[in-house]
């Protein structure tokens, strides 16, 4: 079937501490390595064997005893809601269910794209009714390949499903538009349970297809089948918590091709999820601190753009090209690398759309036939990074006007944008065509 009418429904117009920190650390560790021993073995202070999160777990000493409680050991509230999340997370991607909570309200879901035949059991164990499919909106018009309508407050799409389709090979299909679809004669649409935003949230946040089989639970089911529960709150406030909590972890010279004089420093946010770098080039800290707005970037990871030099995106000329850039710009400047591959979807999501792209669908269309939005990012990960640094003030380098706003409304001057544009390859004219004409980007 031609893909192209298929997805008409969706189209729509424009819109720690160092070596040298650890007593004896760089002699008698590196000299009994070198020996053939264990570095278990080696003795050093208390002090610097105790692991803060063990102790905020445990809180047990090495005798064994109770250690008594202080304000310094006492769990960050945020911390551990964002720890919650983490681990509901990563349920949803192994295939066990999970129960998003509210008050008395709890729903049961899981991630159509990983339940097998004992996450599908549990969650009709554990219902107080029929499971239902919810979906993003743009995903529900692919499937059904008809528009679909819903309450103006009310982001997600909730089918029956028939006894047939609660099998792990059809969910798949319902989720994934790359996979064969086998689809029911008609799947009826419901309203939507309460907390469907806050799990379709929860499998975006895994980099999961936002397609999930839920059901409202039964009392008693967490401690039942032993399912991890998190609250609502909790998910829809992770990005922004993740993103505020950004602290500097490590950080070393690393000269490039293009820039001899660069570091490299590594954000991690309290929930020890993955790391975000900024690539420092020159010495833009103290342009800043001498009043000078130095030039920065976003720049979205891009593992075929950057690594690969796929032609189907221009990430890795503009990768390249900013920091050669920096290199030559007497106040410096930062490339912000951010884990956010995909406007935010993930690689294995764009491998997905890049699919779809090969179909007959623009990058943007793509997206949203996944069930994603056009640009799932948060740029408060980058105005964190930034004042981290002591850069409050910058020349932005970029052709996105969302960029643009988006730092500055997250407190970032940006008192000049500098264009950063090139030519297309022949291979990615249309993905350029559509970045200027759907997206709004100033390609000159």
Do not use: W
Request: aromatic share 4%; glycine share 10%; hydrophobic share 45%.
């Amino acid at each position: 079937m031609d893909a192209a009418p298929r997805f008409e429904a969706l189209r729509m117009p424009p819109a720690g501490p160092s070596r040298q920190d650890i007593p004896g650390g760089g002699g008698l560790v590196a000299r009994f390595l070198r020996a053939g021993g264990s570095q278990s073995a080696v003795s050093v202070p208390h002090s610097r064997c105790f692991n803060k999160r063990v102790l905020e777990t445990h809180h047990m000493s090495l005798q064994g005893g109770l250690l008594p409680q202080s304000p310094e050991l006492a769990p960050d509230p945020r911390r551990l809601a964002m720890r919650g999340v983490h681990r509901a997370i990563s349920d949803l991607r192994r295939g066990t269910p999970v129960l998003i909570i509210e008050g008395e309200v709890a729903l049961l879901v899981g991630a159509a794209e990983t339940l097998g035949a004992s996450g599908l059991a549990d969650i009709a164990s554990g219902g107080l009714a029929a499971p239902v499919l919810l979906l993003a909106p743009t995903r529900a018009a692919a499937l059904l390949r008809r528009p679909v309508t819903q309450a103006e407050d009310q982001a997600v799409v909730a089918l029956r499903l028939p006894a047939a389709a609660l099998d792990p090979v059809r969910l798949r299909s319902f989720a994934d538009p790359t996979a064969e679809s086998l689809l029911p004669n008609e799947m009826e649409q419901l309203s939507p349970p309460p907390l469907a935003g806050a799990a379709l949230a929860l499998a975006k946040l895994g980099r999961l297809l936002p397609a999930l089989v839920a059901a409202p639970a039964a009392a008693g089911v967490a401690e039942r089948l032993s399912l991890l529960r998190v609250p609502a709150e909790d998910v829809l406030s992770y990005p922004v918590s993740a993103a505020s909590s950004l602290k500097r972890v490590a950080e070393a010279r690393v000269p490039l091709e293009d820039a001899p004089e660069a570091r490299i420093i590594a954000f991690r946010a309290a929930d020890g999820g993955i790391e975000h770098l900024a690539i420092l080039v020159g010495d833009p800290e103290a342009s800043a601190a001498a009043g000078q707005a130095p030039l920065a970037r976003a720049h979205s990871e891009c593992f075929t753009g950057d690594l690969l030099g796929s032609l189907r995106c221009d990430c890795g000329p503009q990768l390249r090209g900013a920091i050669k850039r920096m290199a030559e710009d007497p106040a410096g400047g930062v490339l912000l690398y951010l884990a956010q591959e995909g406007r935010g979807i993930g690689l294995v999501n764009k491998l997905r759309a890049y699919t779809m792209q090969d179909r007959g669908l623009d990058t943007l269309d793509a997206n949203r036939a996944l069930g994603y939005g056009a640009d799932e990012r948060n740029f408060l990960v980058a105005a964190t990074m930034l004042r981290e640094i002591g850069m409050t003030s910058v020349r932005l380098l970029t052709n996105n006007p969302d960029k643009l706003s988006g730092l500055s409304a997250c407190g970032i001057e940006v008192v000049g944008r500098e264009a950063h544009s090139f030519d297309p390859n022949g291979v990615n004219d249309a993905y350029l065509d559509t970045k200027a004409r759907r997206f709004g980007h100033m390609l000159g």
